[in-house]
């Protein structure tokens, strides 16, 4: 099992900027990918971003796509999630996930992913 915390979250302004960070621990870095969703109260889980375990590979929902970038330091146990250009509709929680399945091609599917952090609060102000 991995175990997630996220941190990083925050208030911003519309048009401002925030990095997300999730510390992984409980198995090797590299034996798995990673994810970053989000969840809006009465919404279902939306992906957000994918890497793949060297960070050579990512994938992103069209909504962040020239906005967002994930990346991760296989050294610090640590993806990221850097948020440019923030709109209101930005305005929910996060989570990263950790995919171990070794899977050919990154998911966007949380039912795909194994292990889940708490989540970080993101607010974009108008």
């Known amino acids: 099992q991995v175990q997630l915390v996220e941190s990083g979250g925050g208030l911003v302004q519309a048009g401002g900027s925030l990095r997300l960070s999730c510390a992984a621990s409980g198995r090797t870095f590299t034996d798995y990918a990673m994810g970053w969703f989000r969840q809006a109260p009465g919404k279902e889980r939306e992906f957000v971003a994918a890497?793949?375990?060297?960070?050579?590979?990512?994938k992103y929902a069209d909504s962040v796509k020239g906005r967002f970038s994930i990346t991760r330091d296989n050294a610090k146990n640590t993806i990221y999630l850097r948020m440019n250009s923030l709109k209101p509709e930005d305005t929910t929680v996060y989570y990263c996930?950790?995919?171990?399945?070794?899977?050919?091609?990154?998911?966007?599917?949380?039912?795909?992913?194994?292990?889940w952090g708490q989540g970080t609060q993101v607010t974009v102000s108008s």
């Open positions: 996930a950790a995919d171990y399945s070794r899977r050919r091609v990154l998911s966007d599917q949380a039912s795909e992913y194994f292990s």
């Open positions: 890497i793949n375990w060297s960070g050579g590979v990512t």
